[in-house]
Every structure is written in C-alpha cells, then in structure tokens.
C-alpha cells in the first residue's frame, strides 16, 4: 500500500477546495445527478471498536510497541473474513489468512489518529473534525481522596476501589462486599474514565444512571475526565441453581473454577464531555438534514449533531439497526458504533471471542451492502486498537483501517495512510456538500471520482 506523506502537513491543515467537484462534473460530490436525481447523497459509517490495524509510530509512548489487534487475531485464530478481503483489508497490510485481492471491490487504507489519546471518545471526535491536542487526565493512582469524599456525599454512599483495574477483575475482587454494603465500585483505566460498578439488584440502573450523572456533574471543569461509564453487573446463571425456593438462587462452588461469579450486562451508558467545538454532525443538523445514531454514538458526542438515536447495546442489534435505517432511506449520515469487539472481546483479551465477532460482521456485510441505494456510501473503520493478545487490557494506539464503498464511487483505489482521522469527516463534508470551513483533515473525495 503507498503511503501518502503527510508528515509535513500542519496539525489542523485547510481542506482543499476542489473546484472539479462543485462544477457539475460527474464524481463523488455529483452523485445527485446520477441514478435518481432526486436521490441525495447519503454516508453510513461503521466503526469497529477497536479494530486497530498496527501499532502507530508513537505507540511506544503509550506503552503499545508492537500492538496489532487485527494481525495478532488473525495469528492466533483461524479468521476467515471473505467479504472484507474483497473490500481489499488484506490489501491495507498483510493478514494472516486475510491476503491481498487483485480487483478489491471497496477503495481501501488506513488511518493515523493525529490526537492524544486512544480511547473512544477521542477517535470518533477526530473522525468528525475535533483533534484533541492535550491529553485528557488519567487517575494511575485513583482519584484524589477529596474528589471521592465529595461523590460519597452527594450520592449518600461509601465508594469501593478507586484504583484502575480491569472491569471483570475489580467485579470479582469486590463483588460480594458490594452486595454485601450496597457501596457501588469506582474504578479507572488507562483512559480518561471515571467508572462505576454496581449490581442491577443492588443499585437499580436508574439509580446507577443517576449516580453517573452526579459524576459526571463533578467531573467536568477543571477535572475533564473525558467519559463516567456505568458498569452494571448481575450474577452469573452459569453459577447458580434453583433451591426448594425458585425465587432464590445459590453459589454454585464447583462451577467457580470455569466460569466467574458475576457478568457484565448490556446496560452499560457512557457519559462523555461534550465535544469542545461544533463537529461535523452539527454542522450536518445545521444544514437541515439528518444525523442516525446507532450503539453509543449519541452517548459519545453527548447527544449534540444527532436528530435520531437508536442506543442498542450490542453488535447484532446494532447491525440489524443499521440495516433498518439504510432501508428507511432516512439520514444524510447513518453513525453506527459496534461496541463487542472492545468491550467483549478485546478488553478481556479474549483473541477467540473477538475473530467470531469479526466474522460475524462479515457475514452480515452482504445484507447491508444490499440494503444500500445505489448513491450511498459505505465507510467501514475503527476508532483505535484493543489487541486482545497483549498482557494488558487497555486500549491500544494504532492505525485504523478504511474501506470505502459505493455503486457509484471507484473500486480498488488505494487511499493510503491518512495523517488524522480527520480526513474522514473532510471527505463526508465533500459528498453530503455540507459547507466546514473551520474543520480540520484533507478530503479524498477526489480519489474516490469514478473517472479518476
């Protein structure tokens, strides 16, 4: 794959205007005058989270030398993913089991997140135009005893933890004295984040919801703790049976050697900081046309640029959501984050889980691509790498891979390396002719004209 050298290119670079594409000529910003022209063009988006593709020169730097989440899963597993090598993934780097095709039916690449960072929030805001310069605060030490002393307070309740841990590890050292106190878990990573664990028969979810919220009140300025996630927990089925009593279940201690005691439902919320600045999806909601949220993406930009939101909580809901809002022919953008394979698969190292996720997906490309109009265009990424094959569980800085597609854009093209996530919300700007003056990236709509 050709790198494109952007090393040189400013840290917010203007995008290029390019006057081929507001002229009338046929290509990428013309697609409402092919097929029907009453059609408008429309952008979906999948994000793979934490589909890293290779560790970012910088990787070092966050303790991430070496990390490839794609190519150690597909070095460690039998991943077969016929539909995104066709696109051309084996065409970004070399896969084990995944290689290149000769005609790939996507354009294809990858990109480099220009911000600090490597969580959630920070990838997706720079994919719609929001570089984060300063890294958001990380708490290696837990937060400060005054910081938790003021949360207890205002929540009426002790607190267990504060340390960063793993989500299922700190659920399995503190679980029993939660349910035993009613104190719910606070805890942190690597990333900016302020956790809160508690079971669902403890601390109801609008309870645990409330205490987010009161978190998430305290932590804005001048902490900045970038997300509050609710992390709610349950006891494992695997690890109880019924008495005399139905209504009442019991430690089942010979199944404590294979499976753990609690699980993690799907009713985890995230509660982010706002974006700092108008991003790409408000500028898409200022122009009259529509946003479609689908998983965490309303929670991610905390509501702001988005006219509809579906917060499904897991991969096959949020895929056959999408599916439903390609087929309603609603939205100028269809924003969908599939959250499994980091929060299932890559965050519990779990190399097994995360290929069938993969393959999962690719199983069900073909029915989105069949539910696409012929002027729709398909974006296929991630937001930064979790390798599940690495000793820790934190994210991972890496590059994200892109493919491109649409019946109407060039097949095969190769994109390169893109210097900021950025060039991705350029070149949606350029196709839903959506006017940014102020935002940052390089469009490669051009790239992406049929006659080029």
Known sequence: MNDHDHTQRPRHPERPRHPELDSGSTGVSGFERSGNPETPARAIIIVLDSVGIGALPDAADYGDAGSNTLAHVAESTNLCLPNQAQMGLGNIAPLHGVGPVESPSACYGRMAE??????????????????????????????????????????????????????????????????????????????????????????????????????????????????????????????????????????????????????????????????????????????????????????????????ISNHTTNNPDSIEATIEAISSGRGALIF????????????????????????????????????????????????????PTTPGTDHTREYVPLLVYGRNIAHGVDLGTRSTFADLGATLADLLRIPTPSLPGTSFAPLLNREM
């Open 114 to 307: 220009a911000s600090h960072g490597k969580d959630t929030d920070t990838g997706h805001w720079e994919m719609m135009g929001i570089i984060t310069d300063r890294p958001y605060p990380t708490y290696p030490n837990g937060f400060p005893p005054d910081l938790i002393a003021e949360f207890e307070s205002r929540t009426g309740r002790k607190t267990l933890g504060n340390k960063p841990a793993s989500g299922t590890a700190i659920i399995e050292e503190l679980g029993d004295e939660h349910v035993r106190t009613g104190f719910p878990i606070v805890y942190t990573s690597a990333d900016s984040v302020f956790q809160i664990a508690a079971h669902e028969d403890v601390i109801p979810l609008d309870q645990l919801y409330d205490m987010c919220r009161i978190a998430r009140d305290m932590l804005n300025y001048p902490h900045n703790v970038q997300r509050v996630i609710a992390r709610p927990f349950v006891d494992n089925p695997e690890q109880r049976k019924p008495t005399t009593d139905a209504s009442r279940l019991v430690f089942r201690p010979e199944a404590s050697t294979t499976s753990p005691k609690y699980i993690r439902t799907g009713n985890r919320r995230d509660f982010s900081l706002p974006p700092p600045s108008d991003t790409l999806l408000d500028h898409i909601i200022r122009a009259g046309r529509e946003v479609i949220a689908i998983g965490k993406i309303s929670d991610i930009f905390s509501g702001r640029g988005i006219s």
């Open 336 to 387: 969908t984050n599939l959250v499994d394979f980091d929060m299932l698969y890559g965050h519990r190292n779990d190399a097994a889980g995360y290929a069938r996720a993969l393959m999962d997906f690719d199983a069900a490309l073909p029915r989105i691509i069949l539910a696409m109009r012929e002027t729709d265009v398909l974006f296929i990424t991630a937001d930064h790498g979790c390798d």
